[in-house]
């Protein structure tokens, strides 16, 4: 396997497991993210990987919304990705990435569904009090993803203003604080 597929797993399973950790009286937790609970990141998540795997044939992705029973949702999802992050012919599928151009379908999981998830990940674990660390070379590669991107990505539906680390902050702090996340 490639690095990505290899990095999306990690950073796949670490939010499936807060998938499974919410308790059941936790989908309605406020979230960090302005207006949403946790139920609407899980959405967001499953919703933006149907968006990419569209890509690999042509067809309207399929929607997920607040009332679906979410956690197969996220495995069905998750599935599929891997499945085409495996595939040597869909991983090097050149696909539309929307605002990121035409890539390959690898590189447009690599970017932005591995740093869309890993940054939902914290989201949902401060959400409902789960475990907030996130994957150390995870937040290397969405770091060197993101910051290029700083105001392109600030915009209603996007990330909020950044937030400026205090002095010393480690890496996720440092991320998360570009992302608009106070920790």
């Not at 979230?31 to 998540?45: G, K, L, N, Y």
């Not at 989201?123 to 060197?144: F, M, Y």
């Not at 993803?145 to 400026?164: E, Q, Y």
Request: glycine fraction near 8%; include cysteine.
């Amino acid at each position: 396997m490639s690095e990505i597929a290899d990095r999306y797993e990690t950073i796949a399973d670490g939010f499936g497991a807060r998938v499974a950790g919410i308790p059941a009286d936790g989908w309605d937790a406020a979230s960090p993210c302005d207006e949403w609970q946790a139920r609407d990141i899980v959405v967001h998540v499953i919703n933006v990987h149907h968006q990419t795997l569209a890509g690999l044939n042509g067809s309207e992705p399929t929607k997920v919304g607040a009332d679906d029973d979410l956690p197969p949702q996220w495995r069905t999802a998750t599935t599929a990705v891997r499945d085409a992050l495996r595939d040597p012919d869909r991983a090097t599928q050149v696909i539309s990435g929307g605002p990121f151009g035409e890539q390959p379908f690898e590189m447009l999981a690599g970017r932005l569904l591995c740093a869309d998830t890993l940054v939902h990940t914290w989201d949902l674990a401060r959400s409902t009090g789960q475990d907030e660390r996130l994957d150390p070379d995870a937040v290397s590669k969405a770091a060197d993803f993101l910051l290029p991107l700083d105001d392109a990505i600030r915009r209603p539906g996007g990330f909020s203003a950044r937030i400026d680390p205090p002095p010393g902050a480690d890496p996720q702090t440092t991320l998360l604080n570009f992302a608009g996340r106070a920790v």
